[in-house]
């Protein structure tokens, strides 16, 4: 794989320009082969053109602890399909050779990063244009490992925060996150839900202690929530509900339905002028 060119600040580019734009940054969610590996760049292509300003690909996983149903089952599909981590980084590979430049997140359990070998994966994340990683069984205190092969080659190690973490978590990942730090809106597994958490005080813990952009995820499904969201937060993730509007369509209409999706949340990105 020839190495694509480098850019380790996007994520930090695409925050600022949301925060320039006065909106809050949209953040899908899809897994790399699902429904076929072909399918899944389309579709992240769709939600690019539906306003995607990061987009995080799901690398399929047989015990994805952190995921609800609906994620749970497009990983399953996926590894029927053959998808594996080396898959994921040829996926992202072609994107950028054919000169997407939007942030690339990946969204996988440490098993598959060390099998394929630390050192290994962060140079070819490199190589493929990857611009980081979210590892969600990979406590901050346990990462040092990956996160001095990520910042050998430039790529940001994502931590997840919950609103049960502990000031000492909330300090560790203060101390080696980067790009942006990554909020569950709550205590439980991904999954869409119609009403979302008051987030203000467990958010003014993480601010107190983390300069980074913010993005909230778990149970986005509506503009209001993503409204809600911008309020706290910088972010917000959008996964199983974009999923269940993308099967809901014919197979030759989840493009397009994709991208309607994205554009209905952006709806709920604009922030009013101070």
């Not at 962060?122 to 244009?129: I, K, Q, R, V």
């Not at 001095?148 to 978590?169: C, K, Q, V, Y």
Request: charged share 20%; hydrophobic share 45%; proline share 7%.
């Amino acid at each position: 794989m020839k190495a694509s060119p480098i850019a380790p600040s996007r994520i930090g580019a695409a925050f600022a320009r949301a925060r320039d734009e006065r909106r809050t940054a949209l953040v899908p969610f899809l897994t790399a082969g699902y429904p076929t590996l072909r399918q899944s760049e389309e579709l992240i292509l769709a939600t690019i053109r539906g306003g995607a300003d990061i987009v995080e690909i799901g690398v399929p996983f047989s015990d994805p602890l952190a995921d609800g149903a609906t994620v749970q089952r497009t990983s399953q599909v996926a590894l029927a399909n053959g998808v594996r981590l080396a898959d994921c980084l040829e996926l992202v590979f072609r994107l950028r050779a054919a000169g997407v430049t939007t942030p690339f997140v990946f969204m996988g359990y440490y098993n598959p990063i060390l099998q394929y070998g630390i050192e290994t994966f962060a140079s070819d994340a490199a190589a493929a244009g990857l611009d980081g990683a979210i590892v969600p069984d990979l406590p901050a205190e346990e990462s040092d490992d990956l996160l001095a092969a990520f910042r050998r080659h430039g790529r940001d190690l994502i931590f997840l925060l919950a609103p049960t973490s502990t000031e000492a978590r909330i300090e560790d990942v203060a101390e080696r996150a980067t790009g942006f730090v990554y909020c569950v809106s709550l205590t439980g597994v991904t999954g869409g839900r119609r009403v979302l958490p008051d987030l203000s005080t467990y958010l003014h813990r993480v601010r107190s202690r983390i300069n980074l952009p913010i993005a909230i995820g778990f149970g986005i499904s509506t503009p209001e929530h993503v409204r809600q969201v911008g309020d706290v937060a910088e972010g917000a993730v959008i996964g199983s509900a974009l999923i269940d509007a993308i099967d809901e369509s014919p197979p030759d209409e989840q493009p397009a339905t994709a991208e309607a999706f994205l554009r209905h949340l952006a709806t709920g990105a604009d922030r009013p002028q101070a």
